[in-house]
């Protein structure tokens, strides 16, 4: 399965939602709290919503960044007691935007 795609001048909504083993729909433990994050900073960076979209455990917008390449998306819950919970990950392409302008590129003088 491919990466999803994001040119470095996009921006795309996240949702985070909790699911069990299965993929069905489960809650989290009361009271953890969720970080995401991104792998490179410099491909795409995380802007989560202050309060989460109805129905989800978080939710954002990742924009991408100037730097081409993959990165990886990491979520992860910390749970009360300070244990690690449940984590996800998505891996993104950050690939280039349309063109903005032309670049000339010189050779090197003659006579």
């Not at 491909?43 to 924009?63: E, K, M, Q, R, Y």
């Not at 990886?72 to 349309?98: E, F, K, M």
Request: no cysteine; charged share 10%.
């Amino acid at each position: 399965m491919s990466n999803f795609q994001l040119q470095d001048v996009q921006k795309v909504p996240y949702q985070l939602t909790a699911v069990d083993a299965d993929g069905n729909p489960a809650q989290l433990a009361p009271g953890g709290t969720i970080t995401v994050s991104s792998s490179d900073p410099a491909s795409a960076t995380v802007l989560p919503d202050a309060t989460p979209a109805s129905g989800t455990v978080a939710s954002g917008v990742i924009a991408g960044g100037a730097k081409l390449g993959t990165v990886q998306i990491n979520a992860a819950v910390t749970n009360t007691d300070g244990t690690p919970g449940p984590t996800g990950a998505v891996s993104i392409d950050i690939v280039s935007g349309p063109a903005a302008q032309i670049s000339f590129g010189l050779g090197v003088p003659v006579g």
